[in-house]
């Protein structure tokens, strides 16, 4: 889990239906990308995200917390330029063992 620490279950707030149509536009734009672009896209756009929530909590939640955000959309950007890095269509095989 990226947050080290979850909340006890606690409401949660109404989001705007305007962010949530946002969401299921970004999400619609994904999927009308090439197979082999689509999940290096979804990390890097939720790195940006998870990083923007970090900075906004700043002063608001606990350093640790935001930290631990910060620490998530790191990994999320490397992750991201990981799956970018692979060759499209590029099989991973099992090294075969040798008979002796």
């Known amino acids: 889990m990226c947050v ?7 409401p949660q707030a109404k ?7 946002a969401v299921e536009a970004l999400i619609a734009h994904l999927r009308t990308l090439p197979v082999s ?4 896209c979804a990390l890097a ?6 990083e923007f929530a970090a900075f ?15 620490n998530c959309a790191a990994r999320m950007d490397f992750a991201s330029n990981d799956v970018q890095a692979t060759v ?3 099989t991973i095989r099992m090294p075969q063992r040798r008979l002796q």
């Open 15 to 21: 989001r705007p239906q305007a962010t949530d149509a």
């Open 37 to 40: 672009e689509r999940s290096s």
């Open 88 to 90: 499209p269509g590029e």
């Open 56 to 70: 906004e909590l700043a002063g608001r939640q606990s350093a640790d917390d935001v930290a631990d955000l910060i």
């Open 45 to 50: 756009a939720a790195s940006r995200l998870i």
């Open 4 to 10: 080290r620490k979850a909340k006890a279950a606690r």
